[in-house]
């Protein structure tokens, strides 16, 4: 063995001890393999070789300008560096799934940790990926302390401070943030069919109003959108939700609040039948408000599919194909979002469990990051969808 490849005993360690918490680089210094630099497995700029050659999700969106990204757990993409390879091969955005949430950036009440969502937001800058805010407002991930501390008089106070604080933390670095999520809920009974939340209970449907005008001020660059969940689909209770939906968006373009799209969540059935021409009709109306679409948390819901495993795939890819097929003609659709890439990292292993125990596939990739045949049908769909004139 040539003589500068002869590690000494001291490089042995660095390298077994860097085999065990990172990765391990040789680095061909002047005088031979000298240098030996361990990137830590959670370096957030550790770099990944292309892994395929055809064309990816993000290259076939770009193509017809359009943005495809995904969401992941900073500790998804931390600890498992196949994750995080194919993130970046198939991705131009990333959107946190749960480090931009209340729980985790407020373990208590004057206290805020952006740790692991620093991490994330480095993560997108090392890879040239988008960053995606989630969420500012919501109903849910708040923290244990907050029932017993935010009430009438100190909700304002703790809202603006929310918001004043995270979004201006990465401010310029946003391509866009659910500034409120999921504030529609007609069964709640309230006439604007607004959700009984803690912050409609103690400020009053205007809270909305002020959250999107403080998030403005922290971040002037980023695009401020609204996220909702249940509007694709054709039985009353959809109608119900588009109507309140569009009622909200028409009341806050009239009173000049800063708001820029929509997000439509679009968690969809594999099982539902749709023509979605009342989902077509509805972004319609939504792009006359002058308002951006962003599809913003997709992923096809198998677990009432058959057990088997080839007929699930093709309904699931069915469903994708059939949604974005539809929302794409739409021009003002310039954002499609998975929540999650592969189906070893979906939250839907919680929240949905298979009568028969198997596991779910929801996603573009399998749980061994094999592309299947929901990646084909969306790949179909972007290389199929009309140009967009480049938007933000
Ligand atoms: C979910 C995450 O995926 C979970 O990991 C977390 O425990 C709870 O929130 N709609 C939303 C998302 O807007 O924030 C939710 O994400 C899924 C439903």
């Given at each position: 063995m040539p003589k500068n490849l002869l590690l000494t005993r001291r490089q042995v360690i660095w390298l077994s001890l860097g085999t065990f918490t990172g990765l391990a680089v040789l680095l061909k210094g002047k005088d031979g393999y000298r240098n030996i630099k361990i990137l830590a497995?959670?370096?957030?700029s550790r770099s990944f070789s292309v892994i395929k050659k055809e064309e990816s999700l993000k290259e076939r969106a770009a193509a017809k300008g359009i943005i495809y990204g995904a969401a992941a757990q900073d500790a998804d993409l931390r600890l498992k560096p196949k994750l995080a390879a194919h993130f970046v091969q198939e991705c131009g955005l990333l959107v946190p799934e749960w480090s931009l949430k209340w729980e985790p950036l407020r373990p208590s009440p004057d206290r805020f940790d952006f740790t692991a969502a620093d991490w994330m937001a480095e993560f997108a800058q090392a890879h040239s990926l988008l960053l995606r805010g989630h969420?500012?407002?919501?109903?849910?991930?708040?923290?244990?302390?907050f029932k017993d501390t935010v009430n009438r008089q100190n909700a304002e106070k703790f809202l603006v401070e929310h918001i004043e604080k995270v979004a201006g933390h990465y401010a310029g670095k946003m391509?866009?943030?659910?500034?409120?999520?999921?504030?529609?809920?007609?069964?709640?009974?309230h006439p604007d069919g607004l959700r009984k939340t803690p912050w409609l209970e103690f400020l009053g449907p205007d809270y909305i109003d002020l959250a999107y005008r403080v998030a403005a001020r922290a971040d002037p660059k980023a695009l401020l959108v609204y996220n909702e969940f249940g509007?694709?689909?054709?039985e009353p209770k959809y109608d119900k939700k588009r109507a309140a939906i569009l009622k909200l968006l028409e009341s806050l373009k009239s009173k000049g609040t800063p708001l820029h799209a929509l997000g439509i969540q679009?968690?969809?059935?594999?099982?539902a039948n749709s023509d979605y021409k009342k989902l077509r009709n509805f972004l319609s109306d939504v792009a006359s408000l002058g308002l951006q679409i962003m599809i913003t948390e997709l992923d096809v819901l198998?677990?009432?599919?058959?057990?088997d495993i080839a007929a699930r795939d093709r309904l699931v890819a069915k469903a994708y194909e059939d949604f974005l097929s539809v929302v794409l003609?739409?021009?003002?659709?310039?954002t499609v979002i998975t929540w999650g890439l592969s189906d070893a990292y979906t939250y839907h292993i919680k929240t949905h469990r298979r009568a028969d125990g198997m596991s779910v596939r929801p996603l573009p990739?399998?749980?061994?990051?094999k592309p299947k045949l929901a990646w084909n049908a969306i790949a179909r769909a972007f290389d199929s969808a009309p140009r967009r004139r480049s938007l933000k």
């Amino acid at each position: 063995m040539p003589k500068n490849l002869l590690l000494t005993r001291r490089q042995v360690i660095w390298l077994s001890l860097g085999t065990f918490t990172g990765l391990a680089v040789l680095l061909k210094g002047k005088d031979g393999y000298r240098n030996i630099k361990i990137l830590a497995l959670d370096e957030p700029s550790r770099s990944f070789s292309v892994i395929k050659k055809e064309e990816s999700l993000k290259e076939r969106a770009a193509a017809k300008g359009i943005i495809y990204g995904a969401a992941a757990q900073d500790a998804d993409l931390r600890l498992k560096p196949k994750l995080a390879a194919h993130f970046v091969q198939e991705c131009g955005l990333l959107v946190p799934e749960w480090s931009l949430k209340w729980e985790p950036l407020r373990p208590s009440p004057d206290r805020f940790d952006f740790t692991a969502a620093d991490w994330m937001a480095e993560f997108a800058q090392a890879h040239s990926l988008l960053l995606r805010g989630h969420t500012l407002v919501w109903h849910l991930s708040l923290p244990p302390w907050f029932k017993d501390t935010v009430n009438r008089q100190n909700a304002e106070k703790f809202l603006v401070e929310h918001i004043e604080k995270v979004a201006g933390h990465y401010a310029g670095k946003m391509h866009s943030w659910d500034v409120v999520n999921e504030a529609i809920h007609v069964d709640d009974g309230h006439p604007d069919g607004l959700r009984k939340t803690p912050w409609l209970e103690f400020l009053g449907p205007d809270y909305i109003d002020l959250a999107y005008r403080v998030a403005a001020r922290a971040d002037p660059k980023a695009l401020l959108v609204y996220n909702e969940f249940g509007v694709e689909y054709d039985e009353p209770k959809y109608d119900k939700k588009r109507a309140a939906i569009l009622k909200l968006l028409e009341s806050l373009k009239s009173k000049g609040t800063p708001l820029h799209a929509l997000g439509i969540q679009a968690h969809l059935s594999g099982s539902a039948n749709s023509d979605y021409k009342k989902l077509r009709n509805f972004l319609s109306d939504v792009a006359s408000l002058g308002l951006q679409i962003m599809i913003t948390e997709l992923d096809v819901l198998d677990e009432d599919l058959p057990s088997d495993i080839a007929a699930r795939d093709r309904l699931v890819a069915k469903a994708y194909e059939d949604f974005l097929s539809v929302v794409l003609e739409e021009p003002a659709v310039s954002t499609v979002i998975t929540w999650g890439l592969s189906d070893a990292y979906t939250y839907h292993i919680k929240t949905h469990r298979r009568a028969d125990g198997m596991s779910v596939r929801p996603l573009p990739l399998d749980a061994d990051f094999k592309p299947k045949l929901a990646w084909n049908a969306i790949a179909r769909a972007f290389d199929s969808a009309p140009r967009r004139r480049s938007l933000k």
